[in-house]
Nanobody, 125 residues
Framework: VQLQASGGGLVQAGGSLRLSCAAS????????VGWFRQASGKEREFVAA????????VYADSVKGRFTISKNNAKNTAYLQMNSLKPEDTAVYYC???????????????????WGQGTLVTVSS
């Protein structure tokens, strides 16, 4: 499985971006997807996750109410809509996927076994 993250860029504080994570698989149906980010000099941190069906989502407190994760199984793509961006959201954003057969929404790096290459989001003040 290969994941291709895209959609990053430079945006002013208060602006929006939508990240995409395209999966090269026959079917994306049974994959939970997570988004993580890593700021310069910091560890990779959890941002959001969605269950394989899209029925369950979970967010880090720092992004709750501003970010929305979604998944389109027909297009083998997951998304992260980011609104009201803040300078502290600046980081490289990674999407990750893991096969699940339940409604789990993994929050830890070690729970995922497929990773995209990352896309840089820079929020200017």
């Amino acid at each position: 499985v290969q994941l291709q993250a895209s959609g990053g860029g430079l945006v002013q504080a208060g602006g929006s971006l939508r990240l995409s994570c395209a999966a090269s698989v026959r079917t994306f149906n049974y994959y939970a997807v997570g988004w993580f980010r890593q700021a310069s000099g910091k560890e990779r941190e959890f941002v959001a996750a969605i269950s394989w069906s899209g029925g369950s989502t979970v967010y880090a407190d720092s992004v709750k109410g501003r970010f929305t994760i979604s998944k389109n199984n027909a297009k083998n793509t997951a998304y992260l809509q980011m609104n009201s961006l803040k300078p502290e959201d600046t980081a490289v954003y990674y999407c990750a996927a893991v096969i699940t057969y339940n409604g789990n929404t993994p929050r830890n790096v070690y729970e995922y076994n497929y990773w995209g290459q990352g896309t840089l989001v820079t929020v200017s003040s």
